[in-house]
């Protein structure tokens, strides 16, 4: 009872983290209407109901006698996390039409998980997410890249936004180095993807009101 008391009191903290950072941003944007803050909102809003998911609070109060319904909530939401933060991204590092390459790459990350939602729900949601890892990866090494890229300019808030996707990308890294089994850690598989986002989220909060 205490290991299940420590795990659901660190997936909740984490998720009350996220909503508060959720309500911060929605006054935000009703002051500045900045359409930069509503796609954090979208993000934020995405990886709040994956921990939520997670939490297994869709299964207590809201699908009690659907299970399979609460494996969908978790898929749509890590899905969705990884396009809304694309989505995001994009618009944080000023990624447009006048640098195509990376405008076309950022948008067919946005549209991928998209796309695999139907094979996911169908079942395949590891096969899915098997395909998109490497692709996730590569937008965390471009992120990085972008990031230094702004702080070398000295952009307001470069800084935090660099350290933020290093967060991520530190993160990201411990947890596919226990997939392929290059060590044993529990705690990284339950917490650790949970925790860097949390993170990096606080990072860019405090990095967009530069």
């Excluded at 659901?8 to 803050?37: F, P, S």
């Excluded at 869709?58 to 396009?83: E, G, K, V």
């Excluded at 990376?102 to 949601?125: D, K, S």
Aim: charged share 10%; with cysteine.
């Amino acid at each position: 009872l205490a290991a299940i008391a420590s795990d659901y009191g660190l997936q909740l903290a984490t998720l009350g983290a996220l909503v508060v950072v959720i309500v911060l941003n929605a006054v935000a944007w009703y002051w500045l209407r900045d359409t930069l803050a509503l796609w954090f909102l979208a993000f934020i809003g995405a990886l709040s109901l994956n921990v939520a998911g997670n939490s297994d609070i869709p299964a207590q109060f809201l699908f009690a006698t659907t299970p399979r319904a609460c494996d969908h909530w978790t898929t749509l939401a890590s899905l969705a996390a990884i396009a809304a933060g694309n989505a995001f991204y994009k618009r944080l590092f000023a990624v447009d039409r006048r640098r195509p390459v990376l405008h076309r790459i950022y948008v067919a990350m946005q549209v991928a998980p998209l796309v695999a939602m139907p094979a996911a729900f169908a079942g395949y949601y590891p096969e899915a997410m098997r395909l998109l890892l490497p692709a996730v990866i590569a937008m965390n090494v471009i992120g990085l890249a972008l990031a230094a890229q702004q702080w070398r300019q000295r952009r307001p808030g470069a800084g935090l936004v660099l350290l933020a996707v290093a967060i991520s990308f530190g993160g990201l890294a411990a947890y596919v180095l226990v997939l392929l089994g290059a060590y044993t850690s529990h705690d990284v598989l339950l917490y650790g993807l949970q925790l860097t986002s949390l993170g990096s989220i606080l990072a860019l909060h405090v990095a967009l009101g530069a």
